[in-house]
């Protein structure tokens, strides 16, 4: 049984908590984060400590205290540190550039592949096939990552296509001559 939301988190120097009726608000050096959380849970912040309680040990309350504490933590983790996620370009011809905020990749269709800016993520291009996508909120990041990643995801046969910079592509073994 996880025992994520006992934990408690421990807010670093620089950083403003505000919590108003289950709605907390984190401000740092890197922005500031708002969010909502279920009017169930307790939440206390005391001597630069911020601790989430639960009323009883229900399934779904228990579920919902390691929920509200993991974002709580990705909050304050996001406008201290940020996220960052990159993405390689892998085949021949397969190319990214940077174009008004937003990206322009030749992914081997008959057309270039357009990615628009979204507010609050920052997206660069490292050596036309290295994809930087950095933000300060960790859902975010992580769905513009997905996003672009679909547009052509890594077959298994020659491994072209983009893939996350840490992730493995099992590769297939191609037709016996």
């Given at each position: 049984m996880?025992r994520v ?15 108003n ?5 984190v ?6 984060l708002?969010?909502?959380f279920?009017n169930?849970l307790t939440?206390?912040l005391?001597?630069?400590i911020?601790?989430?309680?639960r009323?009883?040990d229900?399934?779904t309350?228990?579920?919902i ?6 974002l709580?933590?990705?909050?304050v ?7 960052k996620?990159t993405?390689?370009?892998?085949g021949?011809g397969y190319r990214a550039a ?5 990206l322009?990749?030749a992914?081997?269709?008959s057309h ?11 997206m660069?291009?490292e050596?036309n ?6 933000g ?7 769905q513009v990552?997905?996003e672009?990643?679909?547009n052509r995801?890594?077959e298994?046969?020659?491994?072209k296509?983009v ?15």
């Amino acid at each position: 049984m996880s025992r994520v939301g006992n934990k408690l988190i421990n807010v670093p120097t620089g950083v403003e908590i505000i919590v108003n009726n289950n709605v907390v608000t984190v401000k740092g050096p890197k922005g500031t984060l708002t969010k909502e959380f279920s009017n169930d849970l307790t939440i206390k912040l005391e001597n630069d400590i911020l601790t989430v309680e639960r009323p009883n040990d229900l399934p779904t309350m228990r579920a919902i205290h390691g929920t509200t504490r993991a974002l709580i933590n990705n909050m304050v983790v996001g406008v201290t540190e940020g996220f960052k996620k990159t993405l390689n370009l892998v085949g021949v011809g397969y190319r990214a550039a940077e174009k008004n905020n937003g990206l322009e990749m030749a992914l081997g269709f008959s057309h270039p592949v357009i990615i628009d800016a979204v507010s609050g993520i920052k997206m660069t291009v490292e050596k036309n096939t290295t994809i930087h996508i950095e933000g300060i909120e960790k859902d975010v990041v992580g769905q513009v990552a997905a996003e672009i990643r679909s547009n052509r995801e890594p077959e298994p046969y020659k491994g072209k296509g983009v893939k996350y910079s840490d992730e493995i592509v099992r590769r297939k073994e191609g037709k016996k001559s």
